[in-house]
Each structure stands twice: as structure tokens, then as C-alpha cells.
């Protein structure tokens, strides 16, 4: 089993829609969370962290479910801007699993 | 701060050559992690260090290659000799806490 599952997608979805991206995790001594995006051709850049309590960034939200261990992003009110792959990593220990990504694709 | 220095950008090579790619991490930071990013296999760790000390290579694929940290600003990951399946982005990245920083990769193509 992988150690950080995504739904590949892809995820196409009118300007102004919200979507949401789960991410799971095989690891329950996991520590740490976050969502990456990378755009077509470039490096992946963090997007945020995820904390137990959940945390919000403007139009983005992450949430950390331990007991069903995974992890979510949920993207209000959509824009073309948005559109993106978006990585999901876990650490455990000192090692680094990320994700294979969820591609968005926002449509005018 | 320049963040994540990656070279070359780009690398276009003769299957059986030597290809060494190049990093400096940000300045500060103690990790540094090599990546290759296919479509099949997303984005793969070949291998990260901690204070110039390799921690961990076991998601190096074998022993064509190698990589060095000689000093806290420079990193090298080496493919002797190459193959046409080595083709990928290969991306650096550097750390002082759990969030790591990316370089622009370098895009290798072995033909």
C-alpha cells in the first residue's frame, strides 16, 4: 500500500464552483501535513500547512482527519488561476511522501 | 533570498553519457533533497541529507546513481552512465523546518 493516495482526476469545474481534494495516509504516526500546487512545467510550491484544528487562507481551507487519517483542500469560489496539480504531503519521521497529485482544471 | 539554484535547466544527452546536475540550497537551510518527477510515477525521493550527511538514499534507483553534498551550499546528484529511461525533471529542494522550498528543476532528456 502507498503511503499517500490522491485521486489523480482530473477535476473540471466552472469559475466559481468550490471543490474539494482528499488525500489519504497509511501511517498513523504521521506528524506533519501540507498542500503543495505545481503548475504545468514548474516546481511545486507550498500552499499551506495542515493542522489538527483545520486552518483557512482566504478561498482555501485544509483539514486533518487523524482517526480516518486523511487530509483535505477545499477551493471556494473558484479561479481560472487556480488551475493547477495539487500535492499532498505527509511526513513520518524524517521521511517525505508525497502524493502523485490531484490535477484542477477551472473552466470559464 | 534566490531561493532553490538549480543547473542547467535543461540537459539533452547521448545515451552512455555522464549527466551531473547541480544545487544550492537556500542559505540556512540543513536538508537537502534530490527528486525526479515522471507522469508514470509522479515525484519520486532518490535521496535527501541533513547537515551535508546523506540520511537516507533508498529511493535511489541504483548504483548509476550518485550524489554528494561536499558543503552546506552545494549538492551534485550524478547519472553514470545515462540511460533513455532516466529521462525526467529532476528537482532539489532544501528545508530548516518540514516545508520544503523547491528548485526550478533541471529537465533531463537522454536520448
Known amino acids: ?108 | 533570498d534566490a531561493g532553490v539554484i538549480q543547473s542547467p535547466r535543461h540537459e539533452v544527452t547521448e545515451m552512455g553519457q555522464e549527466v551531473t546536475l547541480r544545487c544550492k540550497p537556500i542559505s540556512g537551510h540543513d536538508y537537502l533533497f534530490w527528486y525526479r518527477q515522471t507522469m508514470m510515477r509522479g515525484l519520486e525521493l532518490l535521496i535527501y541529507f541533513n547537515n551535508n550527511v546523506p540520511i537516507d538514499d533508498s529511493g535511489m534507483p541504483e548504483d548509476r546513481f550518485s550524489a554528494k553534498m561536499p558543503n552546506a551550499s552545494f549538492s551534485t546528484l550524478k547519472i553514470q552512465p545515462s540511460e533513455p529511461r532516466d529521462s525526467a525533471v529532476y528537482f532539489c529542494a532544501s528545508s530548516l523546518g518540514p516545508e520544503q522550498y523547491f528548485g526550478p528543476g533541471t529537465r533531463l532528456t537522454v536520448t
Do not use: H
Open chain 1, 1 to 108: 500500500r502507498k503511503e499517500v493516495e490522491q485521486d489523480p482526476g482530473p477535476f473540471n469545474v466552472p469559475e466559481g464552483a468550490t471543490v474539494a481534494f482528499n488525500c489519504t495516509y497509511s501511517n498513523s504516526a504521521s506528524q506533519s501535513f501540507f498542500w503543495y500546487r505545481q503548475d504545468c512545467r514548474k516546481e511545486p510550491k507550498l500552499l499551506m500547512s495542515v493542522y489538527s484544528s483545520g486552518n483557512e487562507d482566504g478561498r482555501f481551507t485544509a483539514q486533518l482527519n487523524r482517526a480516518s487519517q486523511y487530509i483535505s483542500l477545499l477551493i471556494r469560489d473558484s479561479k481560472l488561476s487556480d488551475s493547477a496539480t495539487y500535492l499532498c504531503v505527509v511526513t513520518t519521521g524524517n521521511q517525505f511522501y508525497f502524493g502523485t497529485g490531484t490535477s484542477l482544471t477551472v473552466i470559464p
